[in-house]
């Protein structure tokens, strides 16, 4: 069901940018690059294979940006339907709808949801768009009319953490400029959060001891990434000539958080991603590869399933016997849908990256970053994107889907059924490691 | 105690292997190399800084044997005796010790334990080395003696999965003979897959309804991953002019076989290594960090933490409430113990690998094939090793030692120890994906 209605949003968006009115050239687009660029926008990726700003008519660009926005809030909406779902396990329900009387009524409480999420959504966006838009008419003279589109444009694109930039150099013309990669970089952590973590906030940041697990672990994984990614990709990236070298001290800082936050789903750049050192491509690799929070609009496998990983690990070299957090225990199959969602996820990336490498003439260091960018759905690239050959297109568009809906259909399908066996077999201890 | 262990053979091998008589020219051999070949010997890696035939003199060769026995009887001992340790739950300790009259006479056991370890180990060798050295003898006109000591230094070296070679180009002089490959291939592979294991196979191999959950796992990954693997690199390799492209097909599948098994952990090589494709490097790269069974002398995470990994994965795609093999139940405990092995090790490698990218100039291909191979004791080389840094060989000198004996001390100290709460706290799903 959910892939049906990406799969009938991704081939409604193909068709329209295949007419010749959406391209700047009035020639129509081929096949390939119009299905790559629909399914980039609604699963919000980012990855081009034809420059967004100079390829594509206004119309292909306004297209782009409906895709973006059905994308964004579907995703976000599906997967807050699903945590609702969970809900008598998650202690979320009776937060996210408060207006609900019964717990049976379920049904009847989805439009106010919806509408919780379409406010959460616009909203966020309109206050986004304003300051961009200020900020390009006052402080690089563009024309008002130019500023309202290009910060409209960024404020979608960045909320709904799809990296698609009108600007060729995506937002390395405004590197030093905190105005304009200081909000974008808020929007979209705001909007990769996810929507039951900013409700909760929202409604009770005064209040940490209440707190559900879900938003704890979320942020418990979030901040510490933010501070490394900065600090590694700052150390290493430091003299580079080609990306923080020219900076002064508050760029580099600024530059270095940008590309931390960004790795983690979002994909814009403000600086060089080709100049990176290869050693900053792996660690981004793994930044892509975690991804931001479940149920809003970023990728990955989410820190919530990184966040449990480390909590099993954590308990067993304590040698705890159950894995508590908060003074609530984690049920043994949460901690197995995300062990399943980390390691096919692991799978799934391998995979693809060899097969890729055999079609392309490409490094290992490119390919997997540009597959670790398709399946977390961020959008960074070396630039080998556009230089694949077509099979290898076609390979990273089917990426770019189960990326999108991947790990949010296994999650649900694990978590809405569970069987339970009458009889128990006894125990028999193995050896590991 | 075991790093203590390991550490003074390491000391002892570096100052005998530093005395002139050790090397050809009758120099003293450079600190680090002397250092970086004691490591390699007593951790069976076979990483080599130098070329073991043509720099190190005979002595110095047997000294390098010496390590070699040590090192790996030590591992296969030591690992055993852990298993015994938790034997209780293993079920493995009354068909490993028959002669053992009462459950608490452990220590009475130890003896009789490592003595049937190293009739094991000496008992196989001899085998391998009488079918080497009458290959060596009739098959390729060598004079009697060298016959022997090529026999004996080679069977020692495939059987403790050392991948240590006199011959400068390892096997590859070798590659379509399956007496050479075939009896070097089936030495690395029983030493690899573990004493519990052989011991239960050799034992009631016509039995297999009484096999342990340990051999039942150990052969359920390890069988599939050599088919797997033969295929794979037959597949890629196939029309490659510097590896499989100028066998004939027998040559062909006996050379992706050997590939296939070596990479986990033996470490000697049939084909050119630096002359495969790098879509192979990346697929030896997960073969060698996966690595042979536990109580062996292979390396890696051991096909027994991916094996339970896998079964927990299916066993929650299927609905399953708890995790059975063969009418066995696996604990939680082992289950987090699997799940700790496998995430720190990734970790590891890929802080390694990025570490080492910042000290060299290779590439991510090569790097990270060098760092798996000296985590996974694997030996195997894209041909860096030499080429790389002092800081570099001393990393990757301290990444043999953790490869080595890391996976076995966590896991024998996560499973010796666990601590029960009195009380529990109440459960709390969150959502993940
Ligand atoms: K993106
Ligand atoms: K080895």
Redesign the interface.
Known sequence: MVASGFGSAILIGTAVLSLPIATESGERAPFVDALFTATSAVCVTGLVTVDTGQYWSTFGEVVILALIQVGGLGIMTL?TL??IL?SG???LRTQLIAQAETKTARLRDVPHLVRNVVLFNVGSEVVIATILSVRFFTGYDMPLGEAVYDGVFHAISAFNNAGFSVYSDSLMGFVSDPWITLTVAIAFIVGGIGFPVAFELARSWRRPRTW???TR?TLAVTVPLLVIGTVVIGL?EFSNPGTLGPLDDQGKFLAAFFASATARTAGFNSIDVAAM???S???TD?LMFIGGG??GTAGG??V??LG??AL??W????????V?VA???????????????G??S?GLV?VV???L??LSPH???QV?FEVVSAFGTVGLSTGITADLPRSGHVLIIVLMFVGRIG??T??SA??L?????LF??????????
Chains 1, 2 share one sequence.
């Open positions: 997967a699903f945590a969970v396990r998650l202690g559900s697990v879900l672990i290493t050192h290869p050693e491509w792996l660690f793994l479940s149920a496998i989410k919530t399933t449990l990983l099993v690990i308990a067993e070299l304590r040698g705890e016997s159950k508590n003074r609530r225990r984690v049920p043994e199959s949460t901690q197995r849908q995300a062990l399943a969602i390691l096919l692991v391998a990256t060899m097969v490498m055999h490094r290992l260091d997997m790990p949010l296994l999650f694990l978590a059924r569970e069987r339970a066996r128990e077999y006894p125990e028999e201890r193995t050896i590991v490691g």
